[in-house]
């Protein structure tokens, strides 16, 4: 059983930042790539940034400079550092797992989600 739990959602004003967090638990052998997922109202969910073990980090074109994913892999959280934010970053915010299992399966595990709401 694996448990993905983000926090750290709230309603801010434009410009403003927050830090999103994410916690892994339950049993797995390890973690793979981890991610931060996004889903605005009437739109498909649409990848944010992802965090590779080794370090290695991605992000989308329209949050690039802006915010910034980081991973503490000993402990298996995942934090988004979102700066000069603006009303379209309005979304639910989704963390996502690569997680191996002890059963040699791979599996992604998604979280609840947490709403970002941005106001002008």
């Known amino acids: 059983q694996v448990q993905v739990v983000e926090s750290g959602g709230d309603s801010v004003q434009s410009g403003g930042s927050l830090r999103l967090s994410c916690a892994v638990s339950?049993?797995?052998?390890?973690?793979?790539?981890m991610g931060w997922y996004r889903q605005a109202l009437g739109k498909q969910r649409e990848l944010v940034a992802t965090a590779w073990i080794g370090g290695s980090t991605k992000y989308a074109d329209s949050v690039k400079g802006r915010f910034t994913i980081s991973r503490d892999s000993a402990k298996n959280t995942l934090s988004l550092q979102m700066n000069s934010l603006k009303p379209e970053d309005t979304a639910v915010y989704y963390c996502?797992?690569?997680?191996?299992?002890?059963?040699?399966?791979?599996?992604?595990?998604w979280g609840q989600g947490t709403q970002v709401t941005v106001f002008s």
């Open positions: 996502k797992a690569d997680v191996l299992l002890w059963t040699g399966g791979r599996q992604d595990y």
């Open positions: 339950g049993v797995y052998s390890s973690i793979g790539a």
